[in-house]
């Protein structure tokens, strides 16, 4: 019995090894994206999101290498976006929708001790506005149209980062997500929860572009206790710090966009 038992600890300490080697080396593999000049600046911004996303990265090591790639990021909107100064709306995210499906009227909003760069903050946080649909058969299409109802980008910007192929077996709160770069606020505008996703990063998108399908993708939003919808979040860069900002004057500024 002892030998068995000692066999299984040696088994057990060689595949944690590999492990550590395959992290490291998917590391090395994007970062070495990410150092890349000659790649767009948004599957830059991608492949270090999926470091932080998946704590490979110290915390200093994960402030640093933020700061390059949004640095390369608002140099390359510069360029690759022509700004309109007399676009001053967003488009609502939520096709066919508006406002008055805002959770709670927008009293959802949250920050608690979010903070982008740590982990595990204590307390309730949702810095972010769930927006609800008709779909109470859970079919992610819409009850009165019998199709899925599109989710929009409410502003110009570049794809910096996606996931696509969310199964219930993940652990990934947002499933199927999608962040986009808005230069006119500096932010970082994220959509998650969605079924089919459009987008990839480094993908420019104009305000009202669908990027993606209402979906129930995402560890809570896919048991039945959840009701289907889009949460939606914005994050002000200021200093280098992504920081919360609550978009609920913005959401209700917004322009209003009926399906075809």
Same mark, same amino acid.
Request: net charge negative; hydrophobic share 30%; charged share 15%.
């Given at each position: 019995m002892k030998i068995f038992l000692f066999l299984i600890l040696i088994n057990? !300490? @060689?595949?944690?090894?590999?492990l550590s080697y395959s992290k490291q080396f998917l590391k090395d593999s994007l970062l070495a994206i990410v150092i890349n000049d000659t790649i767009n600046p948004g599957e830059k911004f991608h492949a270090y999101y999926l470091m932080h996303r998946d704590t490979m990265l110290t915390q200093a090591e994960d402030m640093e290498l933020f700061w390059d790639v949004w640095k390369d990021l608002k140099e390359a909107s510069d360029t690759l976006l022509v700004k309109d100064s007399a676009v001053n709306?967003? #488009?609502f995210p939520v096709e066919g929708y508006g406002t008055g499906d805002i959770g709670g009227g =927008?009293?959802?909003? @949250?920050? =608690?001790?979010?903070d982008y760069f740590k982990k595990g903050a204590k307390g309730f946080i949702h810095p972010a506005h769930d927006i609800f649909v008709r779909d109470r058969n859970q079919d992610n299409l819409d009850d009165?149209? =019998?199709k899925p109802v599109? @989710? !929009?980008? #409410? &502003?110009?910007? @570049?794809v910096i980062t996606v996931n696509t192929g969310w199964t219930p077996q993940s652990t990934l709160k947002g499933g199927n997500y999608i962040y986009i770069y808005d230069p006119y606020m500096d932010a970082m505008v994220y959509y998650a929860h969605n079924d089919s996703v459009f987008v990839k990063p480094g993908d420019l998108v104009k305000r009202g572009d669908k990027i993606a399908t209402m979906g129930r993708t995402g560890l809570n939003a896919y048991p039945k206790r959840s009701p289907t919808h889009l949460h939606f979040m914005t994050l002000k860069i200021e200093n280098g710090y992504p920081r919360?900002? &609550?978009? !609920?004057?913005e959401l209700k500024d917004s322009e209003f966009r009926m399906p075809e």
């Open positions: 057990t !300490l @060689i595949f944690s090894q590999e709306k967003w #488009v =927008g009293t959802g909003y @949250i920050t =608690g001790e979010y009165r149209t =019998g599109y @989710i !929009l980008s #409410v &502003n110009d910007g @570049i919360p900002y &609550n978009p !609920l004057p």
